[in-house]
């Protein structure tokens, strides 16, 4: 069983960054594929940043294109979303999520394991 646990949320000016990380429970992190979705108050979760299965290559959102950036530590079992120019319409409780599986990874049924999400806002 693979538990993900996110950090880093809170409270932004419009502008602002943050870097949200997600650390995971086994040191086989590195064979999973990993991403980040986002879910808004009344609103279906969506996708933000993911890896491909490889890890070599990075998806994102074209709402969020240019702006955030995943990342990865190996060593520490850990995914990172760095968030730049954040925007009131980025609020939302982010999550991270690892599959096990070559599937679409844009799609939240891709995923085999979420996290409890971390609570993103960002004040105009």
């Known amino acids: 069983q693979v538990r993900l646990v996110e950090s880093g949320g809170g409270l932004v000016q419009a502008g602002g960054s943050l870097r949200l990380s997600c650390a995971a429970s086994?040191?086989?992190?590195?064979?999973?594929?990993t991403g980040w979705f986002r879910q808004a108050p009344g609103k279906e979760r969506e996708f933000v940043a993911a890896f491909s299965w490889n890890g070599g290559n990075t998806y994102y959102a074209h709402s969020v294109k240019g702006r955030f950036t995943i990342s990865r530590d190996n060593a520490k079992n850990t995914v990172y979303l760095q968030m730049n120019s954040l925007k009131p319409e980025d609020t939302a409780v982010y999550y991270c999520?690892?599959?096990?599986?070559?599937?679409?990874?844009?799609?939240?049924?891709?995923?085999?394991?979420w996290g409890q999400g971390t609570q993103v806002t960002v004040s105009s």
């Open positions: 999520a690892a599959r096990v599986e070559m599937r679409d990874a844009t799609r939240r049924e891709s995923y085999n394991y």
């Open positions: 086994i040191r086989t992190f590195s064979s999973y594929a």
